[in-house]
T-cell receptor, first 114, second 115 residues
Framework: GAVVSQHPSRVICKSGTSVKIECRSL??????MFWYRQFPKQSLMLMAT?????????EQGVEKDKFLINHASLTLSTLTVTSAHPEDSSFYIC??????????FGSGTRLTVV | AQSVSQHNHHVILSEAASLELGCNYS??????LFWYVQYPGQHLQLLLK??????LVKGIKGFEAEFIKSKFSFNLRKPSVQWSDTAEYFC?????????????FGSGTRLQVQP
């Protein structure tokens, strides 16, 4: 099967600092990865589509300067939350698609900004 | 904009009861449809998917879903639930005509199965 590894699973940071979240495809190459944000008891909202070797495509309302996405290789995409604030506290999930397995999700990162 | 609606936000059932979770989408073109499950503390897992062909799709763990194009629906069913089915269930859609490949999720349904 296709496995996506996401790290860290939990992170607590101080307000104003930056946090980097990694998403790796372990046994396949992912030219496209997706980053979602999930609020408590709510659905997953797409933040951006990460494309290997090019700029990410952000959804409307998502600040690209705040949520920096880098997809430098076919197996790694990173999401950096810059100058984090308490309202950025959330559950962040990455996903990649690999035929014929379909979409595989990382285990998510719980970010708490204090 | 396309959307996915899950009308049941929280469902409580006893073991062995039958389950049906509703999912409707708002797009008239070609769609790929999915149901995902998220067990407490775990990542999303695919239950089943529909791309084309037989509208009745069977997935893992005894789940099935029926695509009814005329109703824009893709309801999830299970004849007899178990306590271990307690989880959050998400319906998701890909609109094929747009070339966009990101999943659009419904708001989710929390299923609680009581022993």
């Amino acid at each position: 099967g296709a496995v996506v590894s996401q790290h860290p699973s939990r992170v607590i940071c101080k307000s104003g600092t930056s946090v980097k979240i990694e998403c790796r495809s372990l046994d396949f190459q992912a030219t496209t990865m997706f980053w979602y944000r999930q609020f408590p008891k709510q659905s997953l909202m797409l933040m951006a589509t990460s494309n290997e070797g090019s700029k990410a495509t952000y959804e409307q309302g998502v600040e690209k300067d705040k949520f920096l996405i880098n997809h430098a290789s076919l197996t790694l995409s990173t999401l950096t939350v810059t100058s984090a604030h308490p309202e950025d506290s959330s559950f962040y999930i990455c996903s990649a698609n690999r035929d014929p397995y379909g979409y595989t999700f990382g285990s998510g990162t719980r970010l708490t900004v204090v | 904009a396309q959307s996915v609606s899950q009308h049941n936000h929280h469902v409580i059932l006893s073991e062995a009861a039958s389950l049906e979770l509703g999912c409707n989408y708002s797009y008239g073109g070609t769609v790929n449809l999915f149901w995902y499950v998220q067990y407490p503390g775990q990542h999303l897992q695919l239950l089943l998917k529909y791309f084309s062909g037989d509208p009745l799709v069977k997935g893992i763990k005894g789940f099935e879903a029926e695509f009814i194009k005329s109703k824009f629906s893709f309801n999830l069913r299970k004849p007899s639930v178990q306590w271990s089915d307690t989880a959050e269930y998400f319906c998701a859609v890909i609109i094929m005509d747009t070339g966009r490949r990101a999943l659009t999720f419904g708001s989710g349904t929390r299923l609680q199965v009581q022993p």
